[in-house]
Nanobody, 123 residues
Framework: QVQLVESGGGLVQAGGSLRLSCAAS????????MGWFRQAPGKEREFVAG???????YSVDSVKGRFTISRDNAKNTVYLQMNGLKPEDTAVYYC?????????????????WGQGTQVTVSS
């Protein structure tokens, strides 16, 4: 059974940092494009950042310079380091994996999803 399990969410003050982890089990994702999405209350789920098997990364403009995605293929784990957090970053954060190596910002391209972890940033 394939599972993605996120951890590391919580409550933090504006300007603070959190590091999210996404541990995969059931199969290896070392060749898959992995992404982080988030969904705030009343809003659509949105792509935040993604990383390819070769370390290529992409992130949306709203988090560039603050969030860093990385992966440890030996541990089958993806990370999202979030610095300079803002109240507008408050959301449930989801880890996801595509079936292949190609990058995508569309949630429909992802076949495996974690259960999500809540990130709340207070002002």
């Amino acid at each position: 059974q394939v599972q993605l399990v996120e951890s590391g969410g919580g409550l933090v003050q504006a300007g603070g940092s959190l590091r999210l982890s996404c541990a995969a089990s059931g199969r290896t994702f070392s060749r898959n494009f992995m992404g982080w999405f988030r969904q705030a209350p009343g809003k659509e789920r949105e792509f935040v950042a993604g990383i390819a098997w070769n370390g290529y990364t992409y992130s949306v403009d709203s988090v560039k310079g603050r969030f860093t995605i990385s992966r440890d293929n030996a541990k089958n784990t993806v990370y999202l380091q979030m610095n300079g957090l803002k109240p507008e970053d408050t959301a449930v954060y989801y880890c996801a994996a595509t079936k292949g190596i190609f990058s995508s910002v569309r949630s429909a391209a992802y076949d495996y999803w974690g259960q999500g972890t809540q990130v709340t940033v207070s002002s």
